[in-house]
């Protein structure tokens, strides 16, 4: 009779062991989680004074682009010291359809840029990748995406000017790139202004 207490006692230590370590267990998937979400997501874009500041310089190339008879698209890369290392805009119409200019900056990046510095920088850009702009994106390892309006905005634009539907199909940048920090879509004035921009190229 007097093992009773102790098997007893050892069942409940056991089990208060094992519960705290199951907890701890959970604590530590669900932060992990927490942290490869936050590593590859689109988040809410609470943009700053100076990404809108880039987000603004995107416009004007898209507004360049759409003058000279393509797709409003404009981009930028922006190193760790917020200067614009470069730029480019749309060029389809004079070159082919891959000629995006997150392609262009993606291959720039690469030439010029170490993995490092690469890693450091921002590319802002009117629009979601498209699925091959991402995959340059992620082959480039440039670190971050900033972007005005979703592939998924863009379509239903498209579609409500009766523009047919594209070659392939958009999947998110999210899905595509690893280890980015995403931003967007943006909303307000300037999501208006590029989402005009598109009325306007199919509508001239």
Request: some cysteine.
């Amino acid at each position: 009779m007097k093992l009773f207490p102790l098997t007893l006692g050892l069942i409940l230590t056991s089990a208060i062991v094992f519960g705290q370590s199951h907890s701890q267990q959970n604590r530590l998937t669900n932060q992990n989680q927490e942290i490869m979400s936050k590593n590859n997501t689109a988040s809410d874009p609470e943009y700053t004074a100076t990404d809108l500041k880039f987000l603004q310089r995107c416009l004007s190339l898209a507004e360049e682009a759409l003058d000279a008879g393509d797709q409003p698209f404009g981009s930028i890369l922006v190193n760790a010291d917020n200067e614009i290392i470069a730029e480019a805009r749309n060029r389809v119409n004079e070159k082919n359809v891959l000629a995006h200019p997150e392609i262009e900056l993606a291959v720039w990046a690469m030439e010029n840029l170490s993995l490092e510095e690469r890693r450091q920088t921002i590319m802002y850009t009117t629009g979601e990748h498209c699925p091959m702009c991402a995959g340059a994106h992620g082959w480039a390892e440039i670190g971050s995406l900033y972007f005005l309006h979703s592939a998924k905005q863009l379509g239903t634009w498209l579609s409500a000017l009766g523009v047919g539907p594209a070659p392939i199909e958009f999947i998110p940048a999210e899905d595509i790139m690893k280890n980015a920090v995403i931003k967007g879509p943006g909303k307000g004035e300037m999501l208006k202004e590029i989402q005009q921009m598109h009325e306007r190229y199919y509508q001239d």
